[in-house]
């Protein structure tokens, strides 16, 4: 069973105002200390920032942390109309944020049940027309969460992401979860967008040298630091250094030793010197590679 989204704001309707907040459960709200900042800066290829967690932080004030971390800026990804909404305000609001807007692939079947699916791919076509809007997502397979009914409704709106994506010629992030081999099906029969980024990959070595054939780019979150992905770590060894990028999720997936704490864009430092550290480079070295290539995928973020 589905349940229809949650009604979202009229047109017009002041995108400022929308925010979420995620349950705090039994768990430790508080943000980690800062790290060291980074020499070489990077960017945060993936977040949520319109997501409050912990003590709760502003969009201004999530930006200078990042930035007194050497995390010069952040791709906002929505995955519904009011996120997507928040995520495209915040890049025309803000120089150092860029924005990612689809409808995440768990909401498409309640869409579909309320028979919105279409309505709501037309408003993320229309905001895919902004020039901060530099990439449709996150969108994709998720067969983890969503049963065998809602699957013909992640199908449908994952093919008419890709197709925004090049309508737009702008860049596409996925979400994939249990989804592996329909996800690559799905790219090769569609056609991939020429910029189609992998977030949060969670696949394998094997995946990622198809990935990295195919010419397609992973992100790597925090959890490739957490003990039980020895598959990212491994995917990470193999895809080539111009198709790595970073991000955290937030506030999702803290990488170790703060996991379970809300995460922020000013943690991507601990999760790129993990990083450089698995492939045997130097830091400095590693974000050099990184930012060029978020670069490539997104454009500049400062017109």
């Not at 809602?150 to 989804?179: C, T, V, W």
Request: aromatic share 8%; with cysteine; hydrophobic share 40%.
């Amino acid at each position: 069973m589905t349940e229809a989204p949650v009604p979202y704001p009229a047109e017009g309707a002041d995108p400022s105002q929308y925010v979420r907040t995620r349950e705090k459960g039994s768990r430790d709200v508080s943000y980690p200390d800062a790290p060291e900042p980074l020499a070489v800066p990077v960017y945060d290829n993936h977040a949520h920032l319109e997501i409050e967690d912990g003590v709760g932080l502003s969009l201004d004030e999530q930006l200078t942390r990042a930035g007194g971390a050497g995390v010069i800026g952040v791709v906002q990804a929505g995955g519904d109309i009011e996120s997507s909404r928040w995520s495209a305000w915040a890049a025309a609001s803000h120089p150092r944020v860029l924005a990612a807007v689809a409808i995440h692939p768990n909401e498409a079947p309640a869409y579909a049940a309320a028979g919105r699916l279409d309505e709501a791919i037309g408003v993320i076509d229309e905001l895919a027309a902004q020039p901060r809007v530099r990439a449709i997502g996150e969108t994709g397979l998720d067969f983890f969460r969503t049963d065998d009914d809602g699957r013909p409704a992640q199908f449908e709106s994952f093919e008419a992401h890709i197709a925004l994506a090049n309508k737009h010629g702008i860049a596409m992030q996925i979400h994939d979860r249990d989804a592996h081999d329909a996800v690559l099906e799905t790219l090769a029969r569609v056609g991939a967008p020429e910029r189609t980024v992998f977030h949060c990959f969670s696949g394998d070595a094997d995946m990622a040298r198809v990935a990295g054939e195919r010419g397609y780019w992973l992100s790597f979150a925090g959890n490739v630091t957490f003990k039980n992905a020895q598959n990212l770590r491994d995917a990470l060894a193999v895809i080539p250094r111009d198709r790595i990028l970073v991000e955290t999720d937030a506030p999702f997936l803290t990488p170790t030793p703060h996991r379970g704490r809300p995460n922020a864009p000013y943690l991507v430092p601990v999760t790129v010197r993990f990083m450089a550290a698995e492939l045997g480079v130097d830091v400095d070295e590693l974000c050099a590679q990184v930012a060029a290539n978020t670069l490539e995928v997104y454009g500049a973020f400062e017109d």
